[in-house]
Structure formats: C-alpha cells, structure tokens
Nanobody, 116 residues
Framework: VQLQASGGGLVQAGGSLRLSCAAS????????MGWFRQAPGKEREFVAR????????YYADSVKGRFTISRDDAKNTVYLQMNSLKPEDTAVYYC??????????WGQGTEVTVSS
C-alpha cells in the first residue's frame, strides 16, 4: 500500500490550500483515513480523520470550522481542504490509513507554509 500526499505550498495567512492523498489501493478498503501534521520542533499531531462508515469525520479543535476532510472512493483519494490558514498551521502534513485500532500506512508528507 502506498499513500501519495500532494498539494502543499506557500500561502499567505487567510488563504486556502487543498491537500490530496492518493492511495495505491481502494480507499474503501480502509476503516479510516486521516491527516496529521508536524511543525518544526514539535511532535506530530492529529488534524482530521474520515471513516468508511457513513463517512463520519472528526477534527482537532485547532482546525475545526476551517478544515474539511473528504474522500472520493472513485479516485481512491482523500482530500483536506484548508481555509482561513494561519501561520501556526505551518507544518509537514501526512496522510495515513488503517483500521479502527491504528494507522498502519503513512504517506511521505507535503509541506505547508503559511506566511503572516
């Protein structure tokens, strides 16, 4: 299984980016897929996840109302739409996939830089 994250870049505060995570297998085969991020000098943190069951979603408080996770099983891709970006959103963003117990598969990361 391979996960390919893309869509990162440099954006001004208040701007938007959409990250994509393309899977080498059917995304419907995963119980859940998620996005995590790691800022310089900090530990990796959870951002958002989407479950196969009813496509239920869950967000970290820090991004709730600004970020939206979605999935397109026809394209085997999960997206993270990021709006109203803040400098504190600057990080390397990783997508992950797995079952209800753990995220078994991880992508290589895509870098997001938000300038003030």
């Amino acid at each position: 299984v391979q996960l390919q994250a893309s869509g990162g870049g440099l954006v001004q505060a208040g701007g938007s980016l959409r990250l994509s995570c393309a899977a080498s297998v059917r995304t419907s085969s995963f119980v859940r897929m998620g996005w995590f991020r790691q800022a310089p000098g900090k530990e990796r943190e959870f951002v958002a996840r989407i479950s196969w069951y009813r496509s239920s979603t869950y967000y970290a408080d820090s991004v709730k109302g600004r970020f939206t996770i979605s999935r397109d099983d026809a394209k085997n891709t999960v997206y993270l739409q990021m709006n109203s970006l803040k400098p504190e959103d600057t990080a390397v963003y990783y997508c992950a996939a797995g079952d209800s117990r753990e995220y078994e598969y991880w992508g290589q990361g895509t870098e997001v830089t938000v300038s003030s």
